[in-house]
DNA sequence: TAGATTGTTAATCGATTAACAATC
DNA sequence: TAGATTGTTAATCGATTAACAATC
């Protein structure tokens, strides 16, 4: 397993890392220190040897009786996040629900952040300004934007999406429940809440 | 494979797989009408096999040649998502996104229903009723609440969960980045909208 | 009968876990 | 050395796909 290839399961259990190595008190952080993943796996509620797997994969291996080096893991977490150096995306639809992504705090820790939202008409909601739509494209390209979080409703996905791909975006996270049809290099993923509520209402406990 | 392993991931199909039968002109209706698996995989876009065993787990066997009854697979859709019967669930935390999901409509085709939404103080927000946290325990007792969609602040998350608990509610959609410990009769999904990003970010494309 | 469509069994693939060998 | 901790290989488990047999 390299670097390459981090499973998304993985990517979800690398900011619990990280935090976890930077606050916790059982973790010391002079030169040379270093953290057993049995201690992680432990405290984190993850088995031992998959915490070894992630943490080998990303930054190399540990070393048998001392575990891995804290510094260098650290560097390997925030580098491979990118919480350093976020990557910028935009949100398109500034309804109820674009308005509170907008304004929702826990990305930087997962390595990206929402630098601008866009709507029909521009408008200017809770302290953040509202682009119109007509401006996405030369924002974007002026940018570097290439991903965007689409939360607009069900009858304006298609449209709403093809736009945004015109504009120069090529991933995108999207909220309704239709699955717009996208060129093949454009990459959608579906986000349904109400899917999540489903699967919870029907698991057995 | 029977009915009571359904999995999460073909859950998420069946609604799909509903309302391509009852909206799809290509499927008929009349007494005795089928449709085949093959049918629908096409304009669904899946594997035909996955669609046959997805069917076959949920209302039993096709038939060779003829493909499954249309009218028993509505019927065995309806009733297993529940949409004619919705399961009610309440939101606690009315911020923005508690808000945002108040008014959410993709909720009914999979079975579920918001029916009522609680906050520190109660408020009238965008003609929904927000009820102090206090009425939250008796308005569950009395309605026979068990799931919950947590929409608190991280620093909030495990005093609330717990007064959430309190209430009776056994299931928890919780979109906060804090997993609250729980007893273990308690079920909590997280639902991480930035490492949903952050996978969109690093998947290759 | 022939052909469309199904069901079944085995293969694949990814994630996790278990068992054990390696090493500092 | 002994023991803590790691890495590696194989097993398991779930979801999907492929190949093929069954049947109306």
Redesign the pocket.
Known sequence: MNIN?I????LGRLPRYLEFIETSPEVSHGPGARV???LIARNLG?????V??D??ALA?????????DVSDLETALREYIGSDNPTPVIIVGAGRLGTAILNYKGFTGFGVEVVAAFDRSGSKKNDRHIMPLEDMRSYCEKNGIRIAIMAVSDDACQTICDIVIEAGINKILNFSQVRPSVPENVLVEQLNIALSLAALKHSGI
Do not use: I, M, N
């Open positions: 290839d499973s998304r399961a993985t057993s993943s049995s993850l088995g031992e040897v998959l070894r797997k943490l080998s190399g291996a540990g070393r048998p009786k001392t575990g891995f």
